[in-house]
């Protein structure tokens, strides 16, 4: 019979299933804050975009009474300012997209040892991320433009 040494230290006490857990355990504290991160960038920048649109819908609104008045429809209207928002969404993807491309170009090397395994310029990632940004930018601008299309022409034309 086999005894062990009673005198001997214990190492590494536990489950397997506890060393991975606490291995892992950094990494998914990181995932989360980045996550967290994520989602209130996403928000603010849905915010940003409805402010800017509302108040580029506000200051139209008599543009729109006058159009509506001679007869424009509802889908016209709101065609004028989705077409609005989708110009200031496109050219704030590509500049956005640009720059972000051009820093993980000059900052790979770094960059490459953070983000868990994802190639610096992955193509999924850039895809993924912009039509993200691209859909949560048109509901955000989706909103003003409904309402432009709700302007009573007869108020609009009264508020001079």
């Known amino acids: 019979m086999n005894k062990a040494d009673p005198n001997l230290p214990l190492y590494f006490v536990g489950t397997p299933k506890q060393h991975i857990e606490g291995f892992v ?21 849905s915010v940003g975009i409805y402010g800017v649109m ?9 543009e729109f009474g006058v159009r509506m008045a001679l007869g424009a429809r509802d889908g016209t209207i709101l065609g004028m ?5 989708v110009v200031q969404i496109g050219i704030g993807l590509m500049l956005g997209l640009g720059l972000a491309l051009a820093i993980t170009t000059v900052a790979g ?39 432009a299309t709700r302007v009573d022409p007869m108020i609009a034309l009264r508020a001079d």
């Open 25 to 45: 355990a950094s990494n998914r504290i990181i995932a989360a804050m980045f996550s967290i991160f994520g989602a209130v960038a996403v928000v603010l920048a």
């Open 54 to 62: 509302s108040f580029a819908v506000n200051q139209r609104t008599q």
């Open 81 to 85: 300012v989705l077409r609005q928002g």
């Open 109 to 147: 090397s770094g960059i490459q040892n953070t983000l868990f395994g994802v190639g610096a310029r992955d193509p999924l990632t850039y895809t993924s991320v912009a039509l993200l940004i691209a859909v949560v930018s048109l509901v955000a601008t989706m909103v003003p433009a409904r309402r």
